[in-house]
């Protein structure tokens, strides 16, 4: 009742009482004359009466309007903050949730209601109080700021905050909990990813370290490695009429000059600058890889290749073919090596059916990769092995060279089934081919002074 509307029927109530209090005054005076009195005192208390009831009425009423609008208050100020309202028995089941529940939550009430923590999977990771209360309900605490999650199907958990008190009668018996509760799903999931920026600037961290100190070694190898090259140079041309000797010479100057390419390849690498890339066949430097790879494979260890023997022309620098190629095979050697001591490698070598361009695999019988870690393989320090085994560093090599030439790497594997990598590269077009040959041909000249 509005406060005008109080105005108009008090005076109508006591009007209406004073008419009816006339009426029975007119109706007992003239049938008995002598109980005026008492009948006007029996008026008087019906009057005094109906106000007090009218007072009460509208008492009532107010109180009525203030606590639903005190309630309203106390809805509105929780939806504004993205809190929702909740309530549980003595025996911890839901049974009350604010109107802004579903919309706060995207969750439906009635999941929720006549249900325990326990029965919603609240996660394993249940607060430490909560715990007690299940096991100990006879001394229930308040609690503050803790942290639920529960698990969805086909989405991410669902994860809240919640502050509670606990609710007791008179005598001090337990009701249960009433409190506030908010999603952070949100916020954690940011936090996440957060902490997996940092771990990636951290690893960026690392590989930097990294890379001054190797760039430092690669520096002092390339140094020392030039008297080498050149006091076996000077030897061939001294024992020219010597085979063997001449030979075995030439094999030590290959490998020498091979380590001089790795070695500039990571300096080039290391300094960010562009590598000396030209049109070759893919054929050259994959049948070197194997000439090295043969001669360095563990025993029990067999590798067999597969190349098609139709010319590949690539845009490529030699040293990062073969830094491809070995580091899949070495990959492979130790996937192998996990679970047995025997094992066949297969290197292919073939034009791609559906792509203009070619393919490089590398496919192992050994364990095999699990599903969820293909997408994690190519990432810098990541992998399954020991530490003194693998260092995380080869399949990023191979994943970062292959985007620098243009391809792409994937891998094809089930567990005890081995796997596959296959690196594609692009086909050289006609005008790059003509492009890069009179530098390739200037380069074999200066390697062959």
């Known amino acids: 009742m509005t406060r005008w509307q109080a105005r108009i029927w008090l005076p109508l109530v006591i009007a209406l009482t004073g008419l009816g209090a006339g009426a029975l005054y007119a109706v007992h005076f003239a049938a008995a004359p002598d109980d005026l009195s008492r009948l006007i005192a029996g008026e008087a208390i019906l009057i005094v009466a109906f106000g007090l009831l009218l007072a009460l009425a509208m008492r009532h009423d107010r109180l009525r309007r203030r606590l639903a609008a005190s309630e309203q208050r106390l809805h509105d100020v929780a939806a504004a903050s993205g809190n929702w309202l909740w309530e549980t028995g003595p ?32 996660g394993r990771d249940m607060p430490e109080h909560w715990q007690r ?16 999650t529960v698990p969805l199907p086909s989405r991410e958990p669902f994860v809240f905050r919640a502050c509670g008190v606990p609710l007791f009668d008179a005598e001090r018996r337990f009701l249960g909990y009433r409190g506030i509760a908010k999603d952070i799903t949100a916020l954690v999931l940011a936090e996440r990813d957060t902490r997996r920026l940092e771990a990636d600037l951290y690893r960026a961290q690392r590989m930097e370290a990294l890379g001054v100190f190797a760039g430092g070694v690669a520096h002092d190898v390339n140094n ?31 490998a020498a000059q091979r380590c001089r390419d790795l070695v500039s390849g990571l300096l080039a690498l290391i300094r960010r600058e562009q590598a000396a890339d030209r049109a070759i066949d893919l054929k050259g430097p994959v049948a070197d890889a194997i000439s090295v790879l043969r001669k360095s494979l563990p025993r029990g260890i067999r590798l067999i290749t597969e190349i098609e023997p139709v010319p590949m022309p690539v845009i490529s620098a030699p040293i990062k073919i073969l830094q491809i190629v070995a580091n899949l095979v070495d990959n492979a050697i130790q996937a192998i090596g996990e679970t047995a001591a025997t094992g066949e490698i297969t290197l292919r070598l073939a034009a791609a059916a559906d792509l203009d361009g070619y393919l490089i695999e590398v496919i192992d019988d050994g364990p095999g990769i699990p599903a969820g870690l293909h997408g994690k393989i190519f990432e810098p320090f990541f992998t399954t092995r020991s530490a003194e085994v693998g260092r995380g560093l080869g399949l990023t090599t191979v994943h970062s060279l292959a985007r620098g030439l243009g391809g792409r790497v994937s891998v094809v594997s089930r567990p005890e089934h081995g796997a596959k990598f296959i ?13 890069n040959l009179a530098d390739a041909s200037n380069s074999e000249q200066q390697q062959q002074s």
């Open 133 to 148: 209360q299940l096991t100990d309900p006879a001394n229930p605490r308040p609690f503050r700021d803790h942290i639920f």
């Open 224 to 254: 020392a490695l030039s008297p080498i090259l050149t006091v076996i140079r000077s030897m061939m041309r001294r024992l020219e009429d010597r085979p063997r000797e001449h030979e075995s010479l030439a094999l030590a100057f290959e």
């Open 91 to 122: 025996d911890l089941r839901f049974t009350y949730l604010s109107a802004n529940f579903g919309e706060a939550t995207g969750q439906d009430p009635a999941r929720v209601l006549g249900r325990n923590g326990a029965e919603l999977h609240f």
């Open 423 to 435: 690196v594609f590269l692009p086909r050289a077009t006609a005008d790059a081919m003509e492009a």
